[in-house]
T-cell receptor
Framework: GQQLNQSPQSMFIQEGEDVSMNCTSS?????WLWYKQDPGEGPVLLIA?????ELTSNGRLTAQFGITRKDSFLNISASIPSDVGIYFC???????????????FGQGTILTVHP | GAGVSQSPSNKVTEKGKDVELRCDPI?????LYWYRQSLGQGLEFLIY????????KSGLPSDRFSAERTGGSVSTLTIQRTQQEDSAVYLC????????????????FGPGTRLTVL
């Protein structure tokens, strides 16, 4: 089946630093998603990317959908303590109007921000 | 309610016992998904419902796992004869359309049920 490789597995940074994480896939997706999960909560959608080459920002977050449709990255600028959590990439493949978009998740990046 | 809810939030059971996990999706969402998250791992797809039917059960790890959905709303995931390797967080998500949807059919997740099998 499809596999997503997400890196790094964990990051320890100082408040104010920028963060970058990425995902690569063995096959293509037509949507890339980035989720954040806080302890004891379900994942919350941060950014959705729908088109190859698309670069999208949401506040301090910036994400890109790779041209090959097999990769994506997420950048967080000027990190703050509340950025702590687990970040997941997810790929979604809709094959047409009669199919549904099953999500395939990366292994997650654990982010720790030191004040 | 405003979001996806799941119950119980925590469940501790003994090996060999059966457990039922409940998911209440967002009102009006036709699609419902179950995922499993083991410690330090990403989310693993289990099953997808469109209305009350399950077109994709490919992620259920064994025949000890089953799920149903009634009234196009509430879903129950049942694990029979639980094993220690079943310990994980079980997450439910719902989306507005599922089949027939397209890339903007966002999945919204519940808080999960943490299952511990002793």
């Amino acid at each position: 089946g499809q596999q997503l490789n997400q890196s790094p597995q964990s990051m320890f940074i100082q408040e104010g630093e920028d963060v970058s994480m990425n995902c690569t896939s063995s096959s293509i997706f037509n949507t890339w998603l980035w989720y954040k999960q806080d302890p004891g909560e379900g994942p919350v959608l941060l950014i959705a990317l729908y088109k190859a080459g698309e670069l999208t920002s949401n506040g301090r977050l910036t994400a890109q959908f790779g041209i090959t449709r097999k990769d994506s990255f997420l950048n967080i600028s000027a990190s703050i303590p509340s950025d702590v959590g687990i970040y997941f990439c997810a790929g979604q493949l809709f094959a047409g109007g009669t199919s549904y978009g099953k999500l395939t998740f990366g292994q997650g990046t654990i982010l720790t921000v030191h004040p | 309610g405003a979001g996806v809810s799941q119950s119980p939030s925590n469940k501790v059971t003994e090996k060999g016992k059966d457990v039922e996990l409940r998911c209440d999706p967002i009102s009006g969402h036709t699609a419902l998904y179950w995922y499993r998250q083991s410690l330090g791992q990403g989310l693993e797809f289990l099953i997808y419902f469109q209305g009350n039917s399950a077109p994709d059960k490919s992620g259920l790890p064994s025949d000890r796992f089953s799920a149903e959905r009634t009234g196009g709303s509430v879903s129950t995931l049942t694990i029979q004869r639980t094993q220690q390797e079943d310990s994980a967080v079980y997450l439910c998500a719902s989306s507005l359309r599922g089949e027939g949807g397209w890339s903007t059919d966002t999945q919204y997740f519940g808080p999960g049920t943490r299952l511990t099998v002793l």
